[in-house]
């Protein structure tokens, strides 16, 4: 079965404890928070205060998705928000492998994500070092965007890249993930559905949870 991870950037702010409690109630697996700077991406969400305070809360663990310039810089303060799996991108890392070693020194596990036009290829050097790989399956910046079908090739390159190194690399999927395409994903080798519309604006999010968990269980 896949893992669940809802985006707390589709919530409604003005009630974060309460969507943050849903989650905990929920079977999802773990929060997915969305970091942005304005800069990699042209869109600002939020970042290390609402992080701090969703962790009081949070009774499953954070991963955070760093679309941020130099990632390096604030690595430590994320860790001391309370990320534990810390996501940077490959677009935004001059030096990847030193950006690695120093989430995982400080005890967090480590994520690369893709832009949908970087290949899985440009992994071939890191899978080794990496907890995670986060394809993005939209554009970063914005939630409620449509599905890139391109993104099932990319899918499965690196399912068999993992494999062939014999590695356990999970791979995450972040952007339109829907009930609908929860099943295929999984099928073509993800392992984290991430997913912040299809959840946070239906009308019963815990139900929609448990149905993305239960579109991928024969996996
Ligand atoms: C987009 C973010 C996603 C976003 C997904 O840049 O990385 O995590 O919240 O939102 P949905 O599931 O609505 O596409
Ligand atoms: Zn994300």
Not at 13 to 34: G, I, P, Q, T, Y
Not at 121 to 149: H, T
Not at 190 to 203: C, E, H, I, P, R
Request: with cysteine; net charge negative; glycine share 6%.
């Amino acid at each position: 079965m896949a893992i669940v991870a809802p985006s707390i950037l589709a919530a409604n702010f003005l009630r974060l404890e309460d969507e943050c409690k849903m989650v905990n109630e929920s079977e999802a697996d773990r929060f997915h928070l969305d970091v942005m700077d304005g800069r990699f991406v042209p869109n600002i969400s939020f970042g290390i205060p609402v992080i701090e305070q969703i962790k009081k809360i949070a009774q499953k663990p954070c991963e955070v998705h760093l679309m941020i310039e130099e990632p390096e810089k604030l690595t430590e303060d994320f860790r001391k928000a309370g990320a534990d799996i810390l996501i940077v991108h490959i677009e935004t890392c001059r030096n990847l492998h030193r950006n690695i070693q120093q989430i995982k020194s400080l005890g967090m596990k480590a994520g690369v994500a893709l832009n949908p036009h970087t290949p899985a290829s440009a992994l071939s050097e890191i899978l080794q070092d990496i907890d995670q790989v986060c394809i993005m399956s939209v554009n970063p910046g914005f939630g409620g965007q449509k599905f890139i079908d391109h993104t099932f090739k990319k899918i499965r390159e690196l399912k068999k890249m993992i494999a062939e190194m014999g590695l356990h690399v999970l791979i995450e999927i972040d952007g339109g993930v829907t009930v609908e395409n929860a099943a295929p994903l999984v099928h073509a080798g993800t392992d984290v559905l991430v997913a912040g519309n299809t959840v946070f604006k239906s009308q019963d999010p815990k139900k929609v949870i448990a149905q993305l968990k239960a579109a991928t269980h024969y996996s």
